[in-house]
C-alpha cells in the first residue's frame, strides 16, 4: 500500500489518496507530499480512469499543463506528468506515469479539451504518442522531421536537417500587424511592445 512520505498532508489530499487507493490499490504506485504539492504515480494502463475520476469525484476541472520527462539510461524512460486543480478550493495535485520507449499514453482531451496542444507538444518534442488524440501531428516542428528535440540524447547544437521547400516571404506572417507582435520600426521600444496599441 502506498504510504505518503516528505511533509503531512492537507485532511483533503489524504481524503483523495484513500479513495484513489480504495478503489486502484497497487495501480497507486507512490504518493508523496513536498512543500504542500500531493503527487501520485500511477501505472499508465489505469491512467485515464484515474483522471476521469480525478475529475468527476474531485473536481480537478482544470488541466494546468501535461509534460514529460526523459529518463535517459532508466527504463521505463519517460514518464508523462499532469498539472491538475479545482476552481473553487485551490486544490492541486500532479499525476505521473511511467512510459516505456514506443510505448502509447490514452489521450487526455476527452476529458480536458485543453489537453489538445500539450499533447501534441509532447509528441513533437519528445516522440510520446497519444492514442485516440483527435490530431496527433507535429506542433513546432515540421511534418518530416525524423527528431525529437527535448529527448537527451539531442545534441545541444542541434542536428542539421533539410528543411522542406518553402516560400517564407511570399505572404504575409500569420500574426504580422496584429495586437500581440511588436512593431518594427517604432519609435521607441515601449511604442513597439503590443500594450503599448491598447489592446493586449
Known amino acids: 500500500m502506498s504510504q505518503l512520505i516528505s511533509t503531512e498532508p492537507t485532511p483533503t489530499q489524504q481524503k483523495i489518496v484513500d479513495a484513489l487507493t480504495d478503489k486502484w490499490g497497487e495501480s497507486i504506485q507512490s504518493v508523496v507530499v513536498f512543500r504542500g504539492e500531493l503527487s501520485i504515480t500511477v501505472e499508465l494502463e489505469k491512467l485515464y480512469d484515474i483522471l476521469v475520476n480525478l475529475r468527476k469525484e474531485h473536481k480537478m476541472v482544470m488541466l494546468l499543463d501535461i509534460s514529460s520527462v526523459d529518463h535517459l539510461h532508466d527504463s521505463p524512460r519517460f514518464e508523462v506528468v499532469y498539472e ?5 478550493d485551490r486544490q492541486h495535485i500532479r499525476v505521473k506515469a511511467a512510459v516505456t520507449e514506443g510505448q502509447s499514453v490514452p ?4 476529458i480536458w479539451k485543453t489537453a489538445n496542444w500539450h499533447e501534441r507538444e509532447i509528441f513533437d518534442m519528445m516522440g510520446i504518442e497519444f492514442i485516440d488524440h483527435p490530431e496527433m501531428t507535429r506542433i513546432l516542428m515540421w511534418e518530416g522531421y525524423e527528431h525529437y528535440p527535448l529527448r537527451k540524447d539531442f545534441p545541444l547544437a542541434g542536428i542539421e536537417s533539410e528543411i522542406p521547400d518553402a516560400d517564407f516571404s511570399a505572404h504575409q506572417a500569420p500574426l504580422e500587424g496584429g495586437p500581440f ?3 518594427p ?5 515601449v511604442d ?3 500594450c503599448a496599441k491598447g489592446e493586449s
Open 107 to 110: 489521450t487526455a482531451v476527452t
Open 192 to 194: 513597439a511592445e503590443p
Open 185 to 189: 520600426g517604432a519609435a521607441s521600444r
Open 84 to 88: 491538475l486543480a479545482t476552481v473553487n
Open 181 to 183: 507582435v511588436t512593431t
